[in-house]
C-alpha cells in the first residue's frame, strides 16, 4: 500500500482528497503542523506528496526544497496559481506533476497512480543494473557507479539517464524524454528540459564522465558509445 502525504491548508480539499485516495487503497495523511512540515514528512515517511504553493508560514517551494534535501519521492503540485511561471517554478523546484485547482478527482487520481508506477515500477524488474561503458546505473537506488565511486542522482537525473541506457546505441528524442519526466508535457518549457540535461552532463563531468551523453542536434540525445 502507497502512503501519500496531502499537504493542504483548506482542510476541505485535503479531506476530500484523503477520503477519495483512501477509497482506491492509499494510506493517506493531511498535514496539520504547517510550521514543520517536514518533521510530519519524516514521521509518515510517504511515496507520494501532494503539496499545495500557497500555505501559512513558508509556501509549497520552500517545503519542495527541503524535502529534496532529504529524499527523492514524487511531488505533485496541487495549486490553483496556475500561470507558467509558477507551474515551471514547481516543476525546477523538484515536482514532478502539476494540478490546477479546481479540478477533477478522477483526473488527481490518473496523475498520482501515473507518477506511482513511473517511479517504482522499476523495482519490480528482474535487472537490478544497467551498464554502459564501465558506468553503472542502479536501477535499485537510483545511483551510478563509476571507477569505484558512487553518484547519487535526482530523480529526473536518473529517469533521463534510464531512458538512454534502455536506448543504447539510438537517439531518443527530446519529446520522449520530456513524456518520461513530465507525463503532460505541454506545460513544460523546452528550456527546462535543457536545464536538466546540462546540470547532469555537470555533475557526470564532475564525476570524471565526460561527453557521456551527446546532443544530437534536432533530434535528441544518446549515450557515447561503449
Not at 527541503?66 to 515536482?95: H, T, Y
Not at 558506468?135 to 537506488?141: G, S, W
Request: charged residues 25%.
Amino acid at each position: 500500500m502507497y502512503k501519500i502525504l496531502i499537504i493542504e491548508d483548506d482542510h476541505t480539499i485535503s479531506n476530500q482528497i484523503s477520503k477519495y485516495l483512501s477509497g482506491w487503497g492509499y494510506e493517506t495523511a493531511c498535514a496539520k503542523d504547517f510550521e514543520n512540515i517536514l518533521s510530519e514528512f519524516t514521521s509518515f515517511s510517504p511515496q507520494l506528496v501532494l503539496l499545495d504553493i500557497g500555505l501559512p508560514f513558508y509556501n509549497g517551494y520552500y517545503w519542495c526544497g527541503e524535502i529534496r534535501k532529504i529524499s527523492q519521492v514524487p511531488v505533485i503540485f496541487v495549486s490553483s496559481a496556475a500561470d507558467n511561471m509558477n507551474i515551471v517554478m514547481a516543476i525546477n523546484m523538484g515536482g514532478d506533476d502539476f494540478v490546477v485547482k479546481p479540478f477533477d478527482l478522477e483526473v488527481l487520481l490518473a496523475k498520482v497512480q501515473a507518477i506511482l508506477r513511473r517511479t517504482y515500477s522499476f523495482q519490480n524488474r528482474s535487472a537490478a543494473i544497467m551498464e554502459h561503458g564501465n558506468v553503472i546505473l542502479n536501477l535499485t537506488d537510483m545511483s551510478l557507479l563509476y571507477q569505484g565511486k558512487k553518484l547519487e542522482l535526482s530523480k529526473n537525473e536518473f529517469r533521463i539517464l534510464q531512458l538512454l541506457y534502455e536506448k543504447a546505441g539510438g537517439t531518443v528524442g527530446r519529446d520522449s524524454i520530456m513524456k518520461r519526466l513530465w507525463d503532460n508535457e505541454c506545460f513544460v518549457d523546452d528550456n527546462t528540459l535543457t536545464v536538466n540535461i546540462n546540470r547532469l552532463r555537470k555533475k557526470l563531468e564532475e564525476a570524471g564522465i565526460e561527453n557521456f551523453i551527446l546532443t544530437k542536434k534536432g533530434v535528441g540525445y544518446q549515450l557515447r558509445e561503449a
